[in-house]
């Protein structure tokens, strides 16, 4: 997932993502064609911050750079 602090995006693909954080994100109601919103950008390699439907959850990097997203508009 490569997109920026405040930016909207669609999940297009989780079939990379590890299996636990697909399981999570699939618990959570966040599957392929889901609008999400990048929240938050830790540092130095942190975790990345999303938020969905008023839930946040936290990905580490490495996880979230599985995650193909597409671009509204």
Do not use: C
């Amino acid at each position: 997932m490569n997109a920026n602090v405040g930016q909207t995006v669609i999940i297009k693909d989780l079939s990379k993502a590890n299996s636990l954080i697909r399981r999570r994100l699939l618990d959570l109601g966040i599957v392929e064609e889901a609008t999400v919103m990048v929240a938050n950008k830790m540092p130095f390699g942190g975790p990345i911050l999303i938020e969905y439907k008023s839930n946040r959850i936290a990905i580490r990097k490495v996880d979230a750079q599985k995650i193909v997203v597409g671009w509204h508009g």
